[in-house]
């Protein structure tokens, strides 16, 4: 199964969703294009907070870890933390879609994009492209004031590529009147909600992926 974890905006949660998902189906992860922070970059944030804690027996070639998972490296690694087409210019490149090849494995991959659906890659491209036919696309809904339009645009732009939506993952505190118009507008299935929590380790990550893995699976 290849997962493709997208969002409605910024910051809305991707990484902690990745994070999650990753460790509940001790899934391989992939960040094609990596945008700014390149010291503590989300492959970064998703080794440590995921990898530690699974409990396979094969071990990893990253520092000795215990795991069945792996971190893919970027196809681009963009030094500025701004839009990747405007990154890439910075660093004097143009992102190649050709050039973003998808890394083999036998295992569940997660693929995480960067930002929106519609941030732009280079004048032709954007996130959006990204997506292949068979991946199963998740999309992270953070509340906030907006989010409900947000979120309906982010469905009605995959759709009009004909693209599904396999679960919806909402963030933050809960807010039903949110979460309920969504979810009978989109008729998305509901995989499950990550609160505003005080600070996310590797205890809190293994207590939404064990929340969460049966959901995932059956996607």
């Not at 645009?153 to 969504?182: C, H, M, P, Q």
Request: with cysteine; glycine share 6%; charged share 25%.
């Amino acid at each position: 199964m290849k997962l493709f974890i997208t969002g409605i905006g910024t910051d809305v949660g991707k990484t902690i969703t990745s994070a999650i998902i990753t460790q509940a189906l001790e899934a391989d992860y992939w960040k094609p294009i990596q945008a700014g922070d390149l010291d503590n970059s989300d492959s970064h944030k998703v080794k440590s907070l995921a990898f530690s804690l699974n409990k396979s027996v094969i071990p990893s070639a990253v520092e000795g870890i215990v795991s069945k998972s792996k971190i893919f490296e970027n196809s681009y690694k963009l030094n500025t933390p701004a839009s990747p087409h405007l990154a890439a210019k910075m660093d004097g490149i143009t992102i190649d879609l050709i050039k973003i090849i998808e890394p083999k494995t036998k295992n569940h991959l997660v693929i995480e994009g960067a930002g929106g659906l519609l941030v732009p890659l280079n004048d032709a491209d954007c996130v959006i492209d990204l997506i292949q036919k068979d991946y199963k696309v998740i999309l992270v809904s953070r509340h906030y004031l907006g989010s409900i339009n947000h979120t309906l645009l982010s469905f009605e732009a995959l759709k009009s590529r004909k693209i599904e939506v396999a679960g919806i993952i909402f963030s933050g505190d809960e807010n039903k009147a949110s979460e309920e118009i969504i979810l009978k507008k989109t008729g998305a299935k509901f995989i499950g909600r990550i609160e505003n929590e005080p600070y996310f380790d590797q205890n809190v990550i293994q207590y939404y992926a064990d929340l969460f893995r049966e959901n995932l699976l059956n996607l």
